[in-house]
């Protein structure tokens, strides 16, 4: 099955309004607007500290914004300043799920618990069904025989595939990726990336920040390019990754193809 | 010099009643408390309002700049004269508490700090607030962390415990200061209770590696 491009009328899940953040005196973000369709896989790239991540963070209220604003298609927007307290970000984190760079696994559970801490202790499912469900999630990346294993005894790849089924496992309507193959050895990459391309195909919506731009060129409805806190370009991948307008993206671009 | 095996074998188990009656209940009451008090205390030290960080700190700070004997003697002969009388084990139960949380209060501060800022996040982001991530996630791996120096906060306090004797609370120290002063075999009966307490530090070790090792499980080696 390949991926069916969301079309213009589908309606969007989620947007962000006029992202502010500064870390002391440093402005990361500059205003960022963004909106993502559903089913619709948007790529972030950029060069380090063009506040990729950032925006990713400020998406589930990790990050609070100094200004600025995110709301979810149903519920009302969060609008943001410097008073936000982490209590009301917490509203965001209902409907997305993240897979972090380093996996961020719970190392004192088991890959099974792991999976259905956030089910069975935030979402009160039962605990028969959120084990149910892990397992079948646990085979269709490959580890069912894994299930009972600490995280310290898998690989990076494995252990970077339970963070996508423990974010799986929530059910939420948006997926956030922060550079989940950018800690991994090179030879565990492609597993990494074919399990998050069966998602995308399977429709779900993602937003991924990435270094890997053969994939988002694959996998990604749109590609937006960031640099220095503000969005330089955005458009399909064809466009972006193969015939950038912007100066800054064609020298982003042309280094990562040619790194030597 | 001629060691009377007779008595030292009569005050035995005497000795032992004190430690099994007096130090075991007493030492584990205070540390369980004052592991409790130790929490609040870490939890209010990391806390970002000004006001309980500083009322935290104050506190470890006296507790850790004051001797301990002094805390008991303040607490048993200081307080009656402004109104407070409070009987001899209750006393010692507030001292010896009061005291592992200002020193355990740090040990646990530090443990929580060493667990990853990621593990705060990942417990975030799987919709948890800030009290369950603390509950479920961080304070079992900071538990790992916490245990060796705790251990050690606990068999200095089974040992403290010997202090609540100047207090009249009947435990093994006490029990032997009686003997001895009755017998006049000093060397003998110290020398028997310093054993009976080794004893004692010794099986604490064991339970201190056992849990470690249970802990451990989930850490690479």
Redesign the interface.
């Known amino acids: 099955m390949s991926h069916t491009r969301p079309s213009a009328d589908t309606p969007e899940l989620l947007r962000a309004d006029g992202l502010q953040k500064s870390f002391g005196t440093h402005q990361v973000l500059k205003s960022i607007d963004l909106a993502v369709r559903k089913g619709e896989v948007l790529a972030l790239i950029g060069p380090s500290g063009s506040g990729k991540t950032t925006v990713l963070r400020c998406l ?3 990050e609070i914004p100094d200004a600025g604003s995110v709301s979810f298609e149903s519920g009302p927007a969060v609008t943001f300043d410097s008073a936000t307290t ?2 009301k970000a ?1 509203v965001l ?2 409907r ?3 897979v ?1 760079q ?1 996996y ?6 088991t890959v099974l618990e792991n999976i259905i ?2 089910p069975v ?3 009160k499912r039962k605990k028969s069904e959120a084990i149910t469900e892990a397992t079948e999630l646990l085979d269709r990346v490959g580890l069912a025989e894994k299930r009972d294993a ?4 898998l690989s990076g790849g494995q252990q970077q595939r339970v963070g996508i089924v ?2 799986l496992a ?1 059910k939420p309507s948006l997926l956030l990726f922060d550079e989940p193959t950018s800690a991994l050895d090179p030879e565990l990459v492609g597993d990494v990336l074919r399990v998050i391309k069966e998602l995308a195909d399977e429709g779900w919506t993602m937003v991924l920040v990435t270094h890997e731009l053969a994939f988002a060129r694959e996998v990604a409805d749109e590609v937006v390019f960031m640099d220095q806190g503000v969005v330089v370009e955005r458009g399909h991948p064809d466009i972006v990754l193969r015939a950038p307008q912007n100066i800054r993206t064609q020298q982003f671009v042309h280094r990562l193809l040619n790194p030597f | 010099m001629n060691i009377d095996w007779n008595l030292f074998l009569e005050s035995f188990w005497p000795i032992v009643r004190g430690g099994l009656l007096g130090t075991i209940p007493l030492a584990l009451i205070s540390f369980v408390l004052g592991l409790a008090i130790a929490l609040l205390m870490a939890l209010m030290r990391l806390s970002t309002n000004r006001v309980v960080s500083f009322i935290a700190r104050a506190y470890i700070s006296v507790i850790r700049g004051t001797p301990l004997l002094v805390q008991l003697f303040v607490i048993f002969y200081g307080l009656p004269s402004i109104g407070f009388t409070i009987d001899p084990w209750p006393s010692a139960i507030i001292a010896f508490s009061l005291n592992v949380g200002g020193y355990a209060a740090e040990v646990i501060r530090a443990a929580i700090l060493s667990v ?1 800022k ?2 705060w ?2 417990g ?7 009290t ?1 991530t603390l509950r ?2 961080i304070l ?2 900071a538990a ?1 962390v916490a245990v060796p120096p705790l251990s050690n906060t606990f068999i200095s306090l089974v040992k403290d415990t010997s202090l609540a004797s100047v207090i009249l609370v009947t435990e093994l120290f006490r029990k032997a200061q009686e003997i001895a002063a009755f017998s006049q075999e000093f060397m003998l009966i110290y020398t028997e209770a310093a054993l009976v307490y080794w004893v004692i530090c010794l099986v604490l070790s064991t339970g201190q590696s056992r849990l470690e090792g249970r802990l451990d ?4 080696h």
């Open positions: 589930n209220g990790l982490q209590k917490q984190r209902t997305s799920a993240m972090f380093n961020n696994l719970f190392p004192h559970k801490e956030g202790q935030v979402q600490y995280p310290h005894q423990r974010a929530l | 990853p990621g593990q996040e990942a975030y982001t799987i919709g948890m607030s800030r369950t479920r996630l079992p791996q790992r499980r989930y850490v690479a």
